[in-house]
């Protein structure tokens, strides 16, 4: 039997097969934007700190995370994650720019709540959200000093856990204390959240098995160039369908680049 025949018999198999490589090859080349369009509803645009970048994510996104840095003089919030340098944005005039909220999310990672500043921040914040008639309850306010949390979590707002860098690296007294602080949060109630980069999903889903999480993917996977980038591209794809299909998982966050105001 020629080579022609044994193409020729087995035409089907090949063009199968053919279009198999090419499919696959689009799926893990575009996985985010095929994410983007199965899961809609749980993934939000990360770093909305712009006004101009806001007016296009709320209609690409169902919400949006900003950084909120918060002026105990001025009592405002700025609207900035540092070390960027502040364009003067206060919080009001971010949130005044939109005027529906009905389906709108917004994950607020406040980068400054402390002890001097937990009471007035909450009652600044909440003072904005109804002269505006913002649903609190649309609201995650998330830091990483949990304890200062309860101020906003009293007044409605959705609360998380920013769990520190690199928590899954931690070792023997260390985390075994950071874990037990963390589980006596999520089982007393004191959050609604924990929140991390998507690398340390598997760590969370381990070792807070009743938490509910927010994360953020935040970068696209390379390009597939040779065998090792498809099977980080393949990896990559498994994990994140994992994550976005958890129904533990709450909301995800993509980069997102607006034309303009990416800051």
């Known amino acids: ?85 502040s364009i003067d944005l206060n919080l009001f005039d971010y949130l005044n720019s939109n005027k529906n909220y009905k389906n709108l999310g917004l994950w607020l990672d406040f980068k400054n709540l402390n002890v001097n500043n937990k009471i007035q921040s909450s009652v600044k914040l909440d003072s904005i959200v109804r002269t505006l008639s913002i649903e609190t309850a649309n609201i995650i306010v998330e830091s990483n000093t949990p304890n200062f949390l309860n101020s906003f979590k009293s007044k409605g707002f959705k609360t998380s856990y920013y769990l520190p860098w690199e928590i899954s690296s931690l070792k023997n007294e260390e985390l075994s204390s950071e874990l037990t ?38 970068d696209n996977p390379a390009p597939i160039t040779n065998l090792y980038t498809f099977k980080v591209s393949v990896s990559s794809f498994i994990r994140n369908l994992k994550v976005l299909s958890d129904e533990d998982v709450k909301v995800v966050l993509f980069g997102f680049k607006a034309k303009a105001g990416n800051r």
């Open 1 to 85: 039997m020629t080579l022609f025949s044994i193409i020729k018999n087995n035409r089907l198999i090949l063009v199968t097969a053919v279009c198999f490589l090419i499919l696959t090859y689009l799926l893990l080349s575009f996985q985010m934007l095929f994410f983007k369009c199965i899961f809609t509803s749980k993934i939000w645009a990360h770093r909305v700190n712009s006004i101009e970048k806001f007016e296009e994510a709320r209609k690409k996104f169902p919400g949006v995370e900003l950084d909120l840095v918060f002026d105990s003089v001025k009592n405002n919030f700025d609207v900035n994650h540092p070390p960027a340098n």
């Open 181 to 218: 602080f963390i589980n006596n949060l999520i089982i007393s109630r004191q959050i609604d959240y924990i929140s991390s980069d998507v690398i340390d999903y598997k760590f969370m889903k381990e070792k807070f098995p009743y938490a509910e999480i927010i994360t953020w993917i935040i």
